[in-house]
Structure formats: C-alpha cells, structure tokens
C-alpha cells in the first residue's frame, strides 16, 4: 500500500497543500491520478483512494490547509486555472482525473485541455448539466445575509445533524469526517464556499459543461443515489453527455457513496488501472 506524503508549496504567494502516494510522476504508466475534492471538505477525503492507486490530491484554495485569501474569486474559472497551475508546480503533464462534488471544476480543465487527461472519473459532481436547481443548503448560502448567518452557527452539533442526510448509512458522517471538516471550516473556507456558490447560478453550471459532449476518454460516473444534493438522474445525465461513459448507480450509497460502500474505491482504481477504453 503506498505511503501517504504531504506537500506544501506556493501559487502566486498562495500556500497551497497537497497529498501524494505512490511513485513519481514521470514513472507512471498509467498516468498519475488527480483527486479534487468538493465542499466543505478536503483531501482528507482521497487517502483510502492514494492509498490504493497513487496520485495527487490537493486542498483547493479556500480548504483545509491551502490559502484562502480574500482576494481571490473562489469561481468556476478561477479553479480550472488553479488545476493547470497546480499540475505546473508538481511537474505533472498528464493525468487520470477524479472529481466529486465541486471537484467538478476539474471538468472545466479536462474541456480546456482534453489531451492532458488519459481517463475520467465523476463521482456525484455538481452538475454542469442543464436543469439543476440548487439544494436547500445550497439556496441559503447563496442568499447575501443569511448565508453568512448560516455559516457562523456551524459548530459540531449543527454540522452532525445536519450530516445526517448526506449517507445512506443510519446517523450523522463519521467523527473522522466531522473533523475533518470542522478542524479547517474557517472564514476563510466559509467566503470561499459563499463566493462559489453565488458565483454559480444554474446558467453559468449548465455553461461550464458546454463541451463536455466532446471528450474522448474513457469515463466512469459513480452516483450514490441516495444523494439528498443531487438528484440521480443526474448521474444518468453525465453518462449520456460523456459519449456513453459507464454508468454505476449504488441505491445504497449517499452523496459520498464510498463511505457507504467502501467497494467504490476497488471500482475507481481498477478503471484507473485498465489499460483500453
């Protein structure tokens, strides 16, 4: 099993934090992974998947332990040139890409650059698809005010009832997520969420993914169809844009369905590791 190592490094006098397992990038055949987490948490989430496969899984900015200055934007466009960036300071030319959640902004990347991504994995993504409508969590933060209203009540009690539609499995996200999270949920991490969100009314969604028909590589879209965020035919809608990508539905699996069934990571990694489309 590789060792998990952690990075540090600097983008524009920005800090940023990084995850690595496995051997060096330019001995990898397969190319390496790239994991990019969503909200509120971080690369935390990736190690059960570096630790099988390898690869690179970076705190976007705004989370966990990277930079989450004021001055930036914390948008859509903004991300995908943080992901080229990134790959520039690791010295990483092509990938495997993996997202969940507002990971999805790797997508914007992988539209932009397509030669630069050998294989695709969506795991319960934002969609940036036509038709979605945001979530209740979702309506208050983009609502100036009570967005920030909201943010600041969030302590460990609210964050564990709140936690508790987001799995499948009966209670609240385990203690090791709960801390995960709470130990970076920071203002810079909550302007980081309220800047996202509000930046990214469905039309501009629907609008990042305008290219995403044009993919060749292989894909794989893992949904957790008990996700109270994103509907599942959302997953279905991945699968079809994606040039028939395949499909794995879980209807015992929740917006992170690897919580759920610990049997996703096996899946992911042996699509990552297959050698044809």
Same mark, same amino acid.
């Not at 010295?91 to 695709?120: K, T």
């Not at 305008?210 to 996700?227: F, H, I």
């Not at 279905?236 to 919580?259: F, I, K, N, R």
């Given at each position: 099993?590789?060792?998990?190592?952690?990075?540090?490094?600097? +983008?524009?006098?920005?800090?940023?934090? $990084?995850?690595?397992?496995?051997?060096?990038?330019?001995?990898?055949?397969?190319?390496?992974?790239?994991?990019?987490? =969503?909200?509120? !948490?971080?690369?935390?989430? $990736?190690?059960? #998947?570096?630790?099988?496969?390898? =690869?690179?899984?970076?705190?976007?900015?705004? #989370?966990?332990?990277?930079?989450?200055?004021?001055?930036?934007?914390?948008?859509?466009?903004?991300?995908?040139?943080?992901?080229?960036?990134?790959?520039?300071?690791?010295?990483?030319?092509?990938?495997?890409?993996?997202?969940?959640?507002?990971?999805?902004?790797?997508?914007?990347?992988?539209?932009?650059?397509?030669?630069?991504?050998?294989?695709?994995?969506?795991?319960?993504?934002?969609?940036?698809?036509?038709?979605?409508? $945001?979530?209740?969590?979702?309506?208050?933060?983009?609502?100036?005010?009570?967005?920030? +209203?909201?943010?600041?009540?969030?302590?460990?009690?609210?964050?564990?009832?709140?936690?508790?539609? !987001?799995?499948?499995?009966?209670?609240?996200?385990?203690?090791?997520? +709960?801390?995960?999270?709470?130990?970076? *949920?920071?203002?810079?991490?909550?302007?980081?969420?309220?800047?996202? @969100?509000?930046?990214?009314? /469905?039309?501009?969604?629907?609008?990042?993914?305008?290219?995403? =028909?044009?993919?060749?590589?292989?894909?794989?879209?893992?949904?957790?169809?008990?996700?109270?965020?994103?509907?599942?035919? *959302?997953?279905?809608? @991945?699968?079809?844009?994606?040039?028939?990508?395949?499909?794995?539905?879980? /209807?015992?699996?929740?917006? $992170?369905?690897?919580?759920?069934? /610990?049997?996703?990571?096996?899946?992911?990694?042996? #699509? +990552?590791?297959?050698?044809?489309?």
């Amino acid at each position: 099993m590789p060792e998990l190592r952690e990075h540090t490094g600097e +983008l524009d006098g920005v800090p940023v934090f $990084w995850r690595s397992a496995g051997a060096a990038a330019d001995a990898l055949d397969p190319p390496l992974a790239l994991y990019l987490h =969503g909200v509120p !948490s971080n690369a935390d989430d $990736w190690s059960p #998947f570096l630790q099988r496969s390898g =690869g690179l899984a970076p705190d976007l900015p705004g #989370f966990g332990r990277s930079g989450k200055p004021g001055s930036l934007s914390y948008t859509i466009g903004e991300y995908d040139r943080f992901v080229e960036r990134f790959l520039a300071l690791v010295g990483v030319e092509r990938v495997s890409l993996i997202v969940h959640d507002w990971g999805a902004v790797g997508l914007a990347f992988a539209q932009r650059c397509p030669e630069r991504v050998e294989r695709l994995v969506v795991i319960n993504a934002m969609p940036f698809l036509p038709g979605y409508r $945001w979530h209740r969590t979702a309506r208050i933060w983009r609502t100036p005010g009570l967005g920030e +209203l909201a943010m600041g009540t969030v302590n460990r009690r609210v964050l564990r009832f709140l936690s508790r539609e !987001s799995n499948a499995t009966p209670g609240p996200m385990s203690d090791a997520w +709960l801390d995960s999270v709470l130990e970076h *949920f920071d203002q810079g991490t909550q302007r980081a969420i309220l800047r996202l @969100y509000r930046s990214s009314p /469905p039309d501009v969604l629907e609008s990042a993914g305008a290219r995403l =028909g044009q993919l060749q590589m292989p894909a794989l879209v893992v949904w957790g169809m008990k996700d109270p965020y994103i509907p599942g035919r *959302f997953g279905q809608a @991945y699968a079809s844009v994606l040039g028939g990508a395949e499909l794995v539905e879980l /209807p015992d699996a929740g917006h $992170w369905p690897w919580l759920d069934r /610990p049997d996703v990571v096996d899946r992911v990694v042996d #699509f +990552l590791s297959a050698t044809s489309g």
